[in-house]
């Protein structure tokens, strides 16, 4: 019975890095950077959360957040990444800008929510458990489950069918050529980007009643984010869904059978197994979701 | 329509290209000649943008485009096949030809129009149309590399080594299907390193020497060269004669 528990929990979590995965592994499969403020657009969601919930109901929530963070999340990418990226100074350039953002984003989190840890309330529609046979489990995190694969299924099917994912597609795989063939690159790099920061945002909802809210949330999931990223393989859709399951599982089980750090400790050696015989993770190469 | 005037450009420190001033006529094939690392391919990146020049003007018909950005040019209606076809390998044939097509044609209508024009032109890729364009043959593959140059609506065509590593049947039906582009009133500008096929299709062509214009010649006269063949590509001025001829 704990093992179904512990499988759910694990996938509840891994649905978490998952969303947060998904931003952050396109974003480097178009661009070859990564956005370590990536984790402020969740934490940012998570609080905006708390205050706006309980005014504007959930779905109203989950709209409004993600299309903050998307904005915000679009004019970083103008103001900061860009210009880096049209100088050529992509890799540790767009890394330390974006660490800076960060940590003031961080340290304003804690001027104006304070450093106290909140908890969101979970939505009322949503509250509850569901009794499947012998299993008794919250609603809320099986409706976290079910949100993160509905979306990342909408995801690869956009990213296969749809014109827009196909030239997504061809920058991942060769942006000169792309632009060569007339292809708008910056700007669907920048739309990509907000998409990301926006989806973080959702996650930011999403995990607020889970996991705690607290002014270096930015920080501390990123650690896990990179572990996942890696292991999946950067640039990878289909990578961090299996090693976001994978990771999220590994938490799981860690912090249930051995201890609670044993969670973070599993999770970086798993990724350390892997990349010791696949130097580019589960599912790395050239280009992204396959 | 496309005009380089005292274009320099290189990568890096170094600098590859000297003051190269070049002019493609619409309706011509221009030829761009010479040995292995010359400038030829770096001579079309600076048109393309994808490799700026430092100094000089780049103008196609009547718009300067020197420092304009690849994709901004390519929507002028340049169609690019580049060296090693640089395919999307997993996507399909048809997607490959998408990418360009809604990216530049203007009238999206037309896109069935535009997959029946390449696939007469080229009706091996139309049985290959759902398979990826990485499990294609060598010829195929430059096949599809010239249609995805050609599907935007283009004008001008700049063919980077487009018969590179082909056997000689395929290279015969490349050589044929450029002829027919040409005599729809396409513009073709045309690298090579293989001076018979080039003279072959072209109708005037430049000689690239370490990075500055050495040659500029109609096509039948260097192809009747021996010398300058010699001198700047070395090869055969009898091989030479027996493609550079009126063959049809």
């Not at chain 1, 969740?42 to 903050?68: D, E, K, Q």
């Not at chain 2, 420092?67 to 399909?92: N, V």
């Not at chain 2, 995805?148 to 004008?155: F, K």
Request: proline letters at 4%; charged letters at 15%.
């Amino acid at each position: 019975m704990t093992v179904v528990l512990q499988t759910l929990n694990g996938l509840t979590i891994g649905a978490i890095y998952i969303l947060l995965a998904s931003g952050l592994t396109i974003v480097f499969g178009l661009q070859g950077i990564v956005n370590v403020a990536h984790g402020v657009f969740y934490m940012l969601g998570a609080y905006l959360a708390i205050g706006l919930y309980p005014r504007i109901g959930f779905a109203a929530t989950v709209a409004a957040v993600f299309t903050l963070t998307a904005l915000l999340g679009l004019v970083l990418e103008l103001a900061g990444v860009r210009p880096l990226v049209r100088w050529k100074r992509p890799g540790m350039q767009v890394l330390v800008l974006t660490l800076g953002v960060a940590i003031i984003a961080s340290e304003v989190t804690k001027l104006v929510w304070g450093p106290v840890p909140l908890l969101s309330d979970v939505p009322a529609g949503l509250a509850g458990t569901l009794t499947l046979g012998p299993i008794v489990y919250p609603t809320y995190w099986l409706f976290v489950i079910a949100f993160t694969a509905v979306l990342m299924t909408l995801l690869a099917l956009a990213f296969h069918r749809t014109t827009l994912g196909i030239l997504v597609q061809s920058i991942a795989l060769n942006s000169e050529i792309s632009q060569a063939m007339g292809t708008n690159a910056p700007r669907i790099n920048s739309l990509v980007f907000a998409l990301g920061t926006g989806v973080a945002g959702v996650a930011g909802v999403l995990a607020g009643p889970i996991l705690s809210v607290y002014p270096t949330m930015c920080f501390d999931l990123l650690m896990i984010l990179f572990v996942v990223v890696i292991l999946g393989g950067l640039g990878s859709l289909l990578g961090i869904v299996v090693s976001g399951v994978l990771i999220g599982l590994v938490n799981a089980f860690g912090v249930a059978y051995l201890s609670g750090t044993a969670g973070n400790i599993l999770a970086f050696a798993v990724m350390i197994a892997v990349l010791i015989f696949r130097p580019l993770g589960l599912f790395g190469r050239a280009g992204i979701l396959k | 329509m496309l005009t380089l005037e005292r274009v320099t450009a290189g990568y890096g420190d170094t600098t590859v290209l000297w003051d190269v001033s070049l002019e493609v006529r619409r309706g011509e094939a221009v030829a761009l000649l010479g040995r292995n690392g010359m400038g030829k391919t770096t001579t079309l990146l600076a048109a393309l943008g994808l490799n700026p020049a430092r100094t000089g003007r780049i103008t196609f018909k009547t718009t300067e485009i020197t420092r304009w950005q690849p994709f901004a040019i390519a929507r002028l209606g340049i169609g690019y096949a580049p060296e090693g076809r640089q395919l999307f390998a997993p996507l399909t044939v048809v997607q490959n030809l998408r990418i360009p097509f809604v990216n530049k044609h203007p009238d999206r209508a037309r896109w069935p129009a535009q997959l029946e024009r390449v696939f007469t032109l080229f009706p091996a890729l139309r049985e290959r149309r759902r398979q990826q364009a990485g499990s294609l043959s060598g010829g195929e593959q430059q096949m599809l590399a010239i249609a995805r140059a050609l599907v935007g609506g283009d004008e001008l065509l700049v063919l980077d080594e487009p018969t590179e590593g082909l056997a000689p049947t395929i290279v015969s039906a490349i050589v044929d299907a450029i002829r027919a582009l040409k005599a729809q009133g396409i513009t073709v500008l045309l690298v090579e390193q293989n001076a018979h096929t080039a003279l072959a299709v072209a109708d005037r062509a430049y000689v690239l020497e370490k990075g500055r214009i050495a040659l500029e010649r109609r096509a039948v006269d260097l192809a009747r060269d021996p010398e300058a063949l010699q001198r700047y590509l070395g090869v055969d001025a009898d091989t030479a004669l027996l493609v550079g001829g009126p063959t049809r």
